[in-house]
């Protein structure tokens, strides 16, 4: 597979067409093109191509076919994204990967640069000395996140033929028309196109690199044994004998009992409930953060440092939040109380709260694409709060059960008027 990025320094120079017209000529010459549209939040190969596989050799992974309505997905969710476009790629085993990138430098290049290598950069310009300059500017970018990888330059809409100079070779000049019609271009630039596809085809084959990060717990070891132990008879001990995946066993010898991993928290839970004449706090929480309520919390997260959640059971607390609403979060590990079971911390515009994993579900990007298809409203800092007649349905049936006080309509008002 050859991978190619499809990069502009600004907007409305025509990458997207560059890059559907790309796959038009590769698809005709019987290739397997599989074109992902990284401009995420403000997607346009929808209208280019509609559907997932709208032609014989070309397949498209885009949030505008996703999505029925304006999206705008940040941090975790765009990993999600990326992770599903690399998922899908490994089905259809391309032998084209063209990427369609947002315009400018942004998290999203940098979140997808350190999932794949690519073997090309396609820099897509106007004939003017600003279109130039945003090339030059911006290459010293690629060059450090993808090495010395080749990269070349589509002029789009000259009104010439004048060979202008760029740091990089020109590889295709495509004419302007008086009515820019896409598929049409295609034919009347058919060439110039076929320069492009000849250049990228000599390019290295794609790697796909797998995304990691150092955050979470350790889950390499299971507990074989528990027991109290208070030699000196002042100062309690709880001794927990441990064996490694390798092998190896060690004892730990703790002062109180804590959340220590999700693989060993169902035997740490047990001796906790079994245990009530040791003193050991028992309540609702416990009841209900058992050891999978526990594990769907901290690996919604998949070593990433960010997740989206659906709140559950709202909080009595400073910042009030709405029963069903979806939000960012953080994990939290080393919390103070509850035996140091994770929580999360759920971002607002008005600060942050902490929440237990029996107030929370994982969300993903198919049940967050739902949620929003289904009338979910997003706020200004990101987070989306259901419709307002599910809400009252909520509370009609469940009421304070799940969070939601006499008070929830002034509440919602209050939100989505910032």
Not at 4 to 15: L, Q, T
Not at 154 to 170: F, G, Q, S, T
Request: proline share 4%; glycine share 6%; aromatic share 10%.
């Amino acid at each position: 597979m050859k991978a190619v990025i499809i990069y502009s320094g600004k907007g409305g120079v025509g990458k997207t067409t560059t890059t559907a017209n790309i796959a038009r000529v590769l698809a005709n010459q019987g290739k397997k093109v599989y074109i992902i549209d990284a401009d995420i939040n403000t997607p346009s190969m929808n209208v280019e191509f509609e559907g997932e596989h709208p032609l014989e050799n070309i397949w498209v992974h885009s949030s505008g076919n996703m999505f029925e309505k304006f999206i705008y997905l940040e941090k975790s969710m765009i990993r999600q994204y990326l992770e599903m476009a690399k998922r899908k790629l490994r089905i259809i085993n391309p032998d084209f990967v063209l990427i369609d990138t947002p315009p400018s430098v942004t998290n999203v290049h940098i979140e997808l640069l350190s999932r794949v290598k690519v073997s090309y950069v396609l820099f897509v310009t106007q004939p003017t000395k600003l279109s130039g300059q945003d090339v030059i500017r911006t290459m010293e970018f690629f060059n450090e996140r993808c090495g010395r990888v080749n990269c070349g330059i589509v002029e789009n809409m000259c009104y010439d033929k004048e060979a202008r100079e760029y740091p990089i070779k020109l590889i295709a000049q495509i004419p302007m028309q008086d009515e820019m019609n896409t598929e049409n271009l295609a034919i009347v630039a058919k060439k110039e196109y076929e320069k492009v596809v000849k250049e990228i085809s000599g390019s290295e084959d794609l790697i796909i690199e797998e995304y990691r990060t150092e955050d979470g717990y350790d889950e390499s070891f299971d507990i074989t044994h528990i027991e109290y132990d208070a030699p000196y008879q002042r100062k309690k001990c709880y001794r927990v004998d441990i064996k490694h995946d390798d092998g190896t066993e060690r004892t730990l010898m703790l002062p109180v009992l804590k959340f220590l991993s999700v693989r060993t928290w169902g035997e740490i839970r047990a001796f906790i409930y079994d245990s009530y004449e040791l003193g050991h706090h028992w309540d609702e929480r416990m009841s209900r953060c058992d050891a999978e309520r526990v594990r769907k919390t901290v690996e919604n997260f998949k070593n990433d440092e960010n997740a989206y959640f659906m709140v559950i059971n709202s909080p009595n607390t400073e910042v009030h939040l709405i029963t069903g609403e979806i939000g960012i979060c953080s994990l939290l590990t080393g919390q103070k109380g509850h035996y140091e079971i994770p929580r999360v911390s759920y971002q607002t515009s008005r600060g942050s709260v902490v929440l237990f994993p029996d107030e929370i579900i994982p969300i993903d990007m198919d049940m967050l694409q739902q949620q929003i298809n289904d009338g979910y409203i997003m706020l200004g800092d990101g987070r989306y709060l259901p419709p307002k007649e599910t809400v009252e349905m909520c509370y009609n049936a469940y009421g304070a059960r799940v969070g939601l006080g006499d008070d929830w309509e002034n509440i919602y008002n209050d939100w989505i008027r910032i």
